[in-house]
Each structure stands twice: as C-alpha cells, then as structure tokens.
C-alpha cells in the first residue's frame, strides 16, 4: 500500500507530465508556423515521451491499488517567441520537472517506500538525459544557428529523430 502523501504526489507527476507534453506541443507548433519542421519533429517526439511518462505513472498508481485522480491540464503559456527562447524554455521546463521527481523521491525515501523508489529511479535517470538533450540543442543553436546552412543543418538533424518508447518495467 502506498503512503497517501507519495501517491499524491504520483499523481500530481501525472498531470505535469501531460502538461509537458502539451508545452512541447505547442512548442512544435510554433516551429511548424516558422518553417522548421525538423525542430517540430523533435518537439512532437519529446511530447510523445512525456504522454508516456505520465502513463508510467498512471500505470504505477494503478499497479500499486492506489487511486488515480486525473486533474485539469492546463494551457501552456508560451512566453518565449523566439527560437533560441523556446530551447530555452525547454531547458528551464526540464529542471522543473526535474525537481517535482527530486521532490518525489525524497517523500518516497522519508516513508520507506522501496517500491516507489526504485521505480522512481529510471526517472531520475530520464531526467538527466532531458536536460542533458535540453543543453546540447541549445549549444548547437548557438554554435550552428546563427547563419541559414548552419540552421538548416541542424533543421534537418532533427527531423531526423525518432521515437522510441520507453522500456521500463513495472
């Protein structure tokens, strides 16, 4: 049985990673809009990941009886208008969400909840890789951005990505 503070917590990842999910989104639609399809890509692979992070969780709660409380999403505010802004935005989102699973793994470590931590320990994991991904296209825009064959080169880098669902075992 989960203790009641873990399993909301569980539950509340739910909804940030479907929040996630809509973020990239609407992050893949600006760049849709801009003409950069292979950004879009990318972005509407990430949401893809993150439709499935929250189905972890959703699956988890379910495995463990505990009871799933689907809230609202809510509507992502895009304030960046810009390219370099949404990558940006995209790194600042990762640490977030990084945290909420750093929050997650300390109530789960305060109740002695072996189960919950261990499974949480591929996320922590994901969360690295994110917000490794996050700084490495950042860098690359900086790098390769700035002038159109560069920018077109790394468009086409990134409609080049492929998902890949994750294989964790509950």
């Known amino acids: 049985m989960l203790n009641q503070s873990v399993a909301q917590l569980l539950n509340a990842q739910i909804t940030a990673e479907f929040y996630s999910a809509y973020l990239y989104l609407d992050f893949s639609s600006y760049f849709q809009e801009t003409g950069l399809d292979g950004f879009a890509n990318w972005y509407q692979v990430q949401a893809q990941e993150e439709r499935d992070h929250a189905m972890l969780f959703y699956q988890y709660l379910h495995n463990n009886s505990a009871k799933v409380a689907l809230e609202a999403v809510a509507k992502p ?15 600042e989102h990762e640490v977030y969400v990084t945290s909420l699973i750093h929050n997650l793994y300390d109530a789960a470590q305060q109740s002695k909840d072996f189960r919950t931590l261990q499974f949480l320990d591929w996320f922590v994991k994901e969360q690295g890789e994110e917000e490794k991904n996050a700084e490495d296209l950042i860098q690359k825009m900086e790098l390769f951005g700035s002038e159109a ?10 409609a080049a990505r492929v998902y890949t669902a994750p294989s964790l075992v509950l």
């Open 77 to 91: 505010e895009r304030k960046a208008a810009d390219t370099m802004g949404i990558l940006k935005a995209g790194l």
């Open 149 to 158: 064959k560069g920018l077109y080169m790394l468009n086409s880098e990134l």
